[in-house]
């Protein structure tokens, strides 16, 4: 038991370690190498957890996905369902600059496809992730007819942000995000006071 | 390959320029901005490279032109869209499309776009190319929003379909066989009536509304 669980501690501060090589240099810079330049340890002590570069960022994305839960339910304590999905959109904008260096590796990942790193298992399993957790909250907001398109609609707006925050990072702080998605979701009726979410 | 490629010899500079600018448009599309070198696009031409330097000294001036020939060629597209005849919901449906990647060519050159942001260094400043390229876009953005919403909402309506335009061009580009060109009209399809009736009915809960959005543009 105590070895599973140091293994398992051990992948995660790898994945850890390797989502921030490849934030603050980009997705090209994510080597076994360079990874383990970082933790200051040999080759194969990366190697050991994760044998290339597209096992690495298989980890990252599991790791990511395991963690998101757990991150929500703390933030979401006492809220009620339109209160969750403001709390879910605002985590999923490129709020702070860690944020933003996150989604630059991420657009940047699409420079990516023709290399080893099997981006598009990638995206996949973000994406995913991503509308799961938006179709939970909305589901409960809108009527049933209207759960796709809207969720379709927030992933939309979110990944817009995302483009543009990584352009033009000045212009995007987050003051400018937040407003533009309390406008959007009050004129989606997803604001309190609840109106119109489902009609009258 | 000389005979198909070479600019004839009289030709006004401006159009040199043009046919240069949409050589490199092609190139980009079909190989991203790592593609666009000076001796891939002379061959793309069917010429030498000082062909390309004496209209464009560096990448920076070339991808300047490009910006302004894919507005300048899709203008006419644009025009059609804007037709004032039309009902408004149908103009703005026409114009959601002409701003989303529903071609192949299209998707290929945001593609290339989006890619940019890997290309930056000491030579070559994306940042420059970035902000020519929102410029435009937002201008042509506010130029359609203008007549159809009050000044007030005017700021939230140019965010909105720019932020529109870039969701889609993202998601499309990282989930192509998701977002296909139909999938991206339908979204515009149920998106259209919506804006509308938000742009036709007064916004609720305006006693909490937001902070004005402070753009420095």
Wanted: hydrophobic content about 40%.
């Amino acid at each position: 038991m105590p070895r599973t669980v140091d293994r398992a501690a051990r992948r995660r501060e790898i994945a850890y370690a390797a989502l921030r090589l490849m934030s603050t240099r980009g997705p090209a810079a994510l080597t076994l190498r360079g990874l383990a330049e970082e933790l200051g340890g040999s080759i194969t002590l990366v190697t050991h957890f994760y044998r290339n570069r597209a096992e690495l960022l298989e980890g990252i994305a599991d790791q990511l996905i395991a963690d998101y839960d757990a991150q929500l339910a703390d933030l979401e304590k006492g809220a009620d369902d339109l209160a969750r999905l403001r709390v879910l959109l605002e985590w999923m904008l490129p709020l702070t600059q860690e944020a933003r260096n996150e989604e630059r590796a991420r657009v940047l990942l699409n420079a990516e496809r023709h290399s080893d790193l099997h981006v598009q298992s990638f995206f996949e399993a973000m994406d995913r992730k991503m509308r799961g957790l938006l179709r939970d909250r909305v589901a409960p907001l809108v009527d049933p007819s209207e759960v796709d398109i809207t969720v379709d609609s927030l992933r939309v707006m979110v990944n817009g942000v995302v483009l543009s925050a990584v352009e033009h990072p000045r212009k995007w702080p987050a003051k400018r995000q937040r407003a533009l998605l309390d406008h959007i979701l009050g004129c989606l009726g997803l604001t309190k006071p609840q109106t119109a979410a489902t009609g009258p | 390959m000389r005979a198909g490629g070479t600019l004839p010899r009289n030709v006004d500079h401006d159009e040199r320029r043009r046919d240069i600018a949409r050589a490199a448009i092609r190139l980009l599309a079909k190989s991203g901005p790592r593609g666009l070198t000076l001796r891939a696009l002379a061959e793309e031409l069917g010429g030498s490279i000082t062909l390309v330097t004496h209209f464009f000294p560096n990448r920076r001036a070339l991808l300047g032109a490009v910006t302004s020939q894919v507005i300048e060629d899709s203008a006419p597209d644009l025009e059609s869209a804007g037709r004032a005849e039309l009902p408004h919901a149908e103009r703005l449906r026409a114009f959601l499309i002409w701003l989303l990647p529903t071609t192949d060519e299209q998707v290929q050159l945001e593609r290339s776009r989006v890619l940019l942001s890997a290309e930056s260094d000491a030579h070559f400043n994306v940042q420059e190319f970035f902000d020519t390229w929102e410029r435009t876009i937002r201008d042509l953005i506010a130029q359609y929003v203008a007549p159809v919403v009050g000044e007030s909402e005017r700021q939230f309506y140019i965010d909105l379909i720019r932020i529109v335009q870039n969701g889609v061009v993202l998601s499309s580009v990282e989930h192509p066989k998701y977002w296909t060109p139909e999938k991206q009209i339908e979204f515009i399809d149920t998106l259209v009536p919506v804006i509308e009736q938000l742009s036709a009915l007064p916004r609720q809960g305006s006693q909490t509304a937001p902070d004005r959005i402070v753009v420095d543009e």
